[in-house]
């Protein structure tokens, strides 16, 4: 049953948690009288000055805060916080260096590096030195064409402790893909592998080099490895191990601004055109990162962070963030299927990591590939797994108490690329409810709300936030007059942040994401989340995944499922009302598809995340703006095939 307790925290684990504490230190600095999260959570929106001061001192944040903690504006855009602030992100992650691990990387095929956090903080050092050599300041850009591998970390904590401006893509995106990001930006230094290897297959991306270094401002291709014999990128050229090779490690000159200096540019998806390039502030990712991390996470000096990401994702970003905390992070690049679907499951057990991120269409793929993580491995040390990138289904909730491990915090949290951290979330002292993420986290006014802005519980409305937060982009880059930041975030509602989401706050505090806004069904004109389909659809056990969209019909939408089945499945009149009927009684004869079809393959952006909008545009004969931003873009063919056997 949605919604149902399925993990209670105890008394003692309550008691010890970051969050607790902090709670207390709060109450005892500005005399709070009631530290539940929901009190915790009212003062940390209605006092933002005291919620902040409190965060920056209790976090350990390391800098020179300034007299003011917040400089208000009737305009959430306007408001700044930390105006007289002095820091730099990267001391913030290479604090006392010793010989406690920082970063364990590994690769598919086998390789495993560890370096210590002085052997981390060593090379970093290193690399500023070379960058520097390079002409490289603050507010320049460094692009990056990498793998998620020790060279990619520390090349951007690199960037960051310079006060330079990294952004990256990986390189599975290909020529196009590549340059319509990172030559929006102008880098003056290119940083790349000249080649990687995806799951035993040796891939070439020197076409994706030679398209983003005919960037004028590119000076300078710096691989990670070796340069290919006979390579010509089109700018000169060397690989990290002779660009390195002239400097010692020695002291690294952080270079300390501006709390909303910029330090990271990320790149929306791009599947409705060019993407646009997120401008993030260093302060900002500091102190929201080691929030989440530290109080709605509690990672601890000494555990073990891993999350499954590329370097395209803004996971990536935040899972470096957790050398902040004090933790060892671990990196995986290449296939988390190969050899086996147990991979992943494997390396948590050997690494003996305490978090385990992913995205919920993992969880839910090594479900349907019958893995149970918890049988005959040893994951003693896991104490919290965190699930973005989709909506975890209600079946994802029971799959991992039941199959990873009984006694775990099941974190689902959701925010996105905009804010590169999240609006909801985990909280470690709150019990786990079945399909729900657990609540909206501090300093975050989110909210489901109506056509009007008002709130709405238990149902579904749009997803906003009412309040200026710390990672609210610092502009997009290119958008001088603020025009594409407002209409992104701002015209749907005055001075409020709608995020795109259609999502249900439920009276417990938690939420259920439903869908992508932009995406919502509206059969006979009533508005149906797509997630409350795939909820239904993906318990059906010849059904591997599946997606939905709406195509017009002489004026109204009929709902179109797409399923790809198990191999050696077919869509059987048997098992097409096997489905409707499990949609009909888990949700309502209105989410009943008027059309299904099998087909091979799901279009998904490169993050991994399914395409519903690729889909419906294709169907509706509308054209694909940019199918580089998809990783199987060949696959609409068989969808555009299908339309017009069907048309609307």
């Not at 970390?153 to 893909?177: H, K, M, N, Q, R």
């Not at 997606?547 to 499945?569: H, I, P, S, W």
């Amino acid at each position: 049953m949605s919604g149902e307790v399925i993990w209670t925290p105890g008394d003692e684990a309550i008691g010890k948690t970051q969050m607790t504490a902090f709670a207390a230190a709060s109450a005892a600095q500005f005399g709070l009288a009631d530290i539940s999260y929901d009190a915790l959570h009212a003062w940390s929106v209605e006092k933002p000055e005291q919620f902040y001061a409190a965060l920056w001192d209790e976090l350990g944040i390391i800098g020179e805060r300034g007299e003011r903690v917040l400089e208000p504006s009737d305009d959430i855009r306007r408001v700044k916080f930390f105006p007289d602030a002095k820091i730099n992100y990267a001391e913030n992650l290479l604090f006392n260096p010793g010989n406690q691990a920082a970063l364990i990387a590994h690769r598919d095929d086998g390789t495993r590096r560890e370096l210590s956090r002085r052997e981390l903080h060593d090379l970093v050092s290193r690399i500023v030195q070379a960058l520097r050599a390079e002409g490289v300041g603050e507010g320049d850009r460094v692009a990056g064409i990498v793998t998620n591998d020790v060279e990619s970390i520390a090349t951007y904590l690199a960037v960051a402790a310079i006060g330079a401006i990294w952004a990256s893509c990986s390189p599975d995106f290909g020529p196009e893909g590549a340059s319509d990001r990172l030559n929006q930006v102008a880098p003056k230094v290119l940083v790349a592998v000249p080649s990687y290897t995806y799951a035993g297959k040796h891939v070439d991306v020197g076409p994706s080099i030679r398209a983003v270094a005919a960037e004028p401002s590119v000076q300078k291709v710096i691989s990670f490895g070796p340069v290919p014999e006979g390579a010509d990128y089109g700018k000169p050229a060397t690989s990290i191990e002779d660009w390195l090779a002239p400097l010692a490690p020695g002291e690294i000159d952080f270079n300390r601004g501006p709390f909303d200096r910029p330090m990271v540019i990320l790149f929306s998806s791009g599947t409705t055109g060019k993407p646009k390039c997120i401008v993030h502030r260093g302060g900002g990712l500091l102190l929201q990162h080691k929030k989440e991390q530290m109080l709605h996470c509690d990672i601890r000096p000494g555990d073990r962070l891993f999350y499954f990401t590329t370097c395209g994702w803004m996971m990536w970003n935040w899972l470096i963030s957790g050398l902040a905390a004090g933790a060892t992070i671990i990196s995986f690049d290449g296939n988390p299927s190969y050899p086996s679907a147990e991979r992943l499951f494997d390396l948590a057990a050997d690494e003996k990591v305490t978090h385990f991120g992913t995205s919920a269409k993992y969880i839910d793929a090594v479900e349907k590939a019958g893995v149970k993580p918890g049988e005959g491995r040893d994951l003693s040390a896991l104490r919290a797994v965190l699930s973005t990138g989709s909506p975890l289904l209600e079946a994802g909730f029971d799959y991992v108490y039941r199959d990873w491990k009984k006694d775990l915090h099941l974190a689902s949290i959701s925010g996105g690329t905009d804010i590169c951290g999240c609006f909801v979330g985990g909280v470690p002292t709150l019990p786990v409810r079945r399909g729900e993420i657990q609540a909206a986290m501090l300093g975050m006014d989110a909210d489901a709300v109506d056509d009007e802005a008002k709130s709405v519980i238990g149902e579904p409305g749009e997803f906003i936030c009412r309040n200026a937060h710390v990672t609210m982009p610092v502009m997009f880059w290119g958008d001088e007059s603020g025009e594409k930041y407002h209409s992104a975030y701002f015209d749907r509602f005055e001075n409020i942040w709608a995020h795109g989401d259609f999502i249900e706050r439920r009276k417990s505090g938690g939420f259920v994401i439903h869908g992508r806004s932009d995406t919502v069904l509206n059969p006979g004109g009533v508005r149906i989340g797509t997630a409350e389909i795939y909820r239904q659809v993906e318990t059906v056990p010849e059904v591997l995944e599946s997606v939905v969209v709406g195509q017009m019909v002489r004026g109204d939408q009929r709902v179109v499922l797409f399923l790809r089945l198990r191999e050696g499945e077919e869509l059987t009149d048997e098992l097409a009302t096997r489905i409707k009927k499990q949609i009909r009684a888990g949700a309502t004869p209105r989410h009943v598809p008027a059309l299904m079809a099998a087909v091979t393959d799901i279009p998904r952006t490169r993050s991994g995340k399914i395409s519903e909008i690729a889909v419906r545009d294709t169907i509706e004969g509308r054209p694909i703006k940019n199918t580089t931003a998809l990783a199987n873009a060949e696959c609409l063919a068989e969808y555009r095939d299908w339309s017009e056997a069907n048309p609307g």
